[in-house]
């Protein structure tokens, strides 16, 4: 929690501090590991580039949804449909409070959605590959959600405090999920030669598109050094990525399943695995918006608000009817709290 | 908990060859008591399935977040239901499991109330079939908390919760798409309209069930009409709605005669299962 007294918004008691001394306790409240606040002044282009950044992160939750949605109705086992099921509603959930905490730095959900659907805003790549089998679920949930944990656990100590605090409760259920992906894929890999089979040809589509969910290469990451200046991101995307490669490895032979690298080896030097070359033409297209599933992914979200739109509609004018006006309804509220 | 038995009367339908039919009026032994008793948590266990299997066709398309959050709850606990249902269904005839009995069995052999199955149409459609839905089985589970069986009896006092909250979520849509706006009004309407031939199916008592009152196990269907009727006319009330009056009813889900789009929902439910003969999940 940031002190306030050492960047209070302009207009507070105690304000009349000039444009240079807020940048400057900005500056110095960032540089001590301080967390800033919805209501702390920060530059406009920290805040840009957080509701960038979360909205593209709670934008992520909500269209991630399609692939693995797509397997609920046809999940081999009850028990694994209530799995996938609970997963894809944890994901909702984690869009929901991601949408929280943009809307803490002034914007709002109808707002970002209108962007997402525009495609004024994006997702992550990710979710722009077809979930082609059942072993793409557990394929998901080893490397795209590893993926995202190892991304994901050092926004816990990231310096915008909402962002943080909805990051450890994201992380929590997310390593769950993993756990969970890992040990469907391993069920499979033990089980028949045609399912063992179905789980190595998930893990040789998603290993690539998952080592791109860390962006580009460090030379070539617009927004990297000014987001590590301000603390938003911690470490590098190479070196997570790296990171991630020497979690997977072990895993993967613990698995029973090879990961589809013929460069892959350990490096005694480095004490890391080197691993081959990115597909960063591919990465790019998809980004572009010509990935294999990009157009349906967000068809099927524009669908999905637009076939609701009579539905809020009914909800607003049922609202209308049955409460008075915000403005008394919040004076109502106040009234009840004091 | 209904503790006389009713004759089945003109609702008994000749069951299908599948079945196990004990002669009606001969006292259960246990062996028999346990088979009726299979496919009494069987019935009931379809019908959550079924519905469960639907409303997952939301997941990602509904009106609002919140809403594919809460649709698809409520598909998770009925799915919970099912499992504990079918467990104990397949428990009883001492063969399989809750995935042979959801994943190998062919349409015929289903035994949910056609209800449970008709597409999901707009939310309109949805939210009908759930008022209509949930409310029966927060009435029939709280009856079944007396079943002379300790397992039924054992299951509803938690799945009873789930009931309600589903009867809550389902009236507070029907009351704001009844009064909301002019178009979400003649879709409520329009799909209560679409539900209602399938009513009097959920309190018709079939053979078993009506065997199964008499040992007081099972909830007499019939008995829980006038507490459904007051409980879903006063949610129409509310919501401005006409009581549906359709010239046709439907009949036959109990005795495993479905709709014809029972057969591609099983075909997409069983799929990878089957695909993979032998396999472990």
């Given at each position: ?6 960047h209070?918004?302009?207009?507070s008691a ?7 001394a807020?940048?400057a ?47 609920i109705t ?14 894809v ?10 949408y929280g ?9 109808d ?5 997402l ?11 722009n ?13 080893w490397?795209?959600?590893?993926a995202?944990i ?14 943080a605090?909805?990051?450890?409760r994201?992380?929590?259920e997310?390593s ?12 499979l890999?033990?089980g028949?030669?045609a ?10 589509r ?11 290469p ?12 301000w ?15 020497d ?37 790019q ?10 157009a ?36 109502e509220?106040?009234?009840a709290?004091? | ?61 509904a ?10 709850n409520i ?5 919970g ?5 079918l ?6 005839t001492?063969g ?22 008709i ?22 589970y ?5 079943s ?22 389902a009236?507070?849509?029907a ?42 196990v ?64």
């Amino acid at each position: 929690m940031a002190t306030a007294a050492a960047h209070p918004a302009p207009g507070s008691a105690d304000g009349g501090m000039s444009a240079e001394a807020y940048e400057a306790a900005f500056e110095a409240a960032v540089a001590a590991d301080e967390r800033i606040e919805p209501r702390d002044w920060m530059p406009d282009a920290y805040r840009a580039s957080l509701v960038r950044q979360i909205a593209q992160h709670a934008h992520s939750e909500i269209i991630g949804m399609q692939p693995e949605a797509n397997w609920i109705t046809r999940a081999p086992s009850l028990r694994r449909k209530a799995i996938l099921m609970a997963k894809v509603q944890d994901e909702a959930g984690h869009g929901l409070y991601l949408y929280g905490a943009a809307e803490t730095l002034g914007t709002s959900r109808d707002e970002l959605l209108d962007k997402l659907h525009s495609g004024r805003q994006k997702y992550s790549s990710i979710f722009n590959y077809p979930t082609l089998t059942w072993a793409d679920v557990g394929a998901i949930g080893w490397l795209v959600d590893g993926a995202a944990i190892t991304n994901q656990v050092p926004l816990c100590r990231c310096s915008y405090g909402p962002y943080a605090r909805a990051m450890v409760r994201v992380c929590k259920e997310e390593s769950f999920h993993q756990r969970q992906g890992y040990e469907l894929l391993l069920a499979l890999s033990r089980g028949t030669a045609a399912q063992h089979e179905m789980a190595q040809d998930a893990v040789n589509r998603w290993w690539w598109p998952s080592l791109m969910m860390f962006g580009p290469p460090d030379n070539e990451s617009a927004h990297s050094a000014q987001s590590m200046a301000w603390k938003i991101k911690r470490f590098s995307n190479d070196e997570l990525r790296q990171r991630f490669v020497d979690i997977c490895v072990p895993q993967a032979e613990s698995l029973g399943l090879t990961l589809p690298d013929p460069d892959l080896r350990w490096n005694e030097e480095s004490g890391h695995w080197d691993f081959g070359v990115i597909d960063w033409t591919e990465f790019q297209e998809v980004l572009k918006g010509n990935g294999p599933c990009n157009a349906q992914r967000i068809t099927q979200r524009r669908t999905a608000h637009e076939n609701g739109s009579w539905v809020r509609e009914a909800a607003e004018a049922y609202a209308r009817k049955h409460h008075s006006t915000p403005t008394a309804a919040g004076a109502e509220t106040r009234k009840a709290t004091v | 908990m209904a503790t006389e038995a009713t004759a089945a009367g003109d609702t008994a339908v000749v069951d299908a060859p599948v079945a196990d039919v004990a002669v009606e009026g001969i006292p259960h032994d246990t062996a028999a008591l346990e088979r009726d008793t299979a496919r009494y948590a069987l019935a009931l266990g379809d019908d959550a399935l079924i519905l469960c299997q639907r409303l997952s066709g939301w997941v990602t398309r509904a009106p609002s977040i919140e809403e594919d959050l809460a649709l698809s709850n409520i598909a998770l606990d009925l799915l919970g239901h099912a499992r504990t249902l079918l467990s104990y269904s397949a428990e009883l005839t001492g063969g399989g499991d809750e995935d042979s009995l959801a994943f190998t069995r062919t349409e015929r052999q289903f035994r949910n109330v056609l209800l449970a199955e008709i597409p999901n149409g707009d939310y309109a459609v949805t939210i009908a079939r759930q008022l209509c839905l949930a409310h029966h089985t927060r009435l029939l589970y709280t009856a079944l908390a007396g079943s002379a069986d300790p397992v039924l009896a054992a299951f509803v006092t938690k799945a009873v919760q789930e009931s309600a909250y589903h009867c809550t979520h389902a009236e507070q849509w029907a009351v704001r798409l009844g009064t909301g706006t002019e178009e979400s009004h003649r879709r409520m309407q329009a799909g209560l309209d679409r539900v209602w031939p399938y009513i009097a199916e959920l309190f018709a008592a079939d053979e078993v069930t009506a065997r199964l009152v008499a040992a007081g196990v099972a909830v007499d269907p019939a008995s829980l009409r006038a507490d459904w009727d007051a409980a879903v006319g006063a949610v129409l009330t509310r919501a401005g709605l006409t009581l549906p009056k359709p010239n046709w009813h439907s009949q036959g889900g109990r005795q495993g005669l479905h709709t014809e789009g029972f057969g591609p929902l099983i075909a997409e439910l069983q799929a990878v299962h089957r695909q993979y003969p032998g396999g472990t999940w």
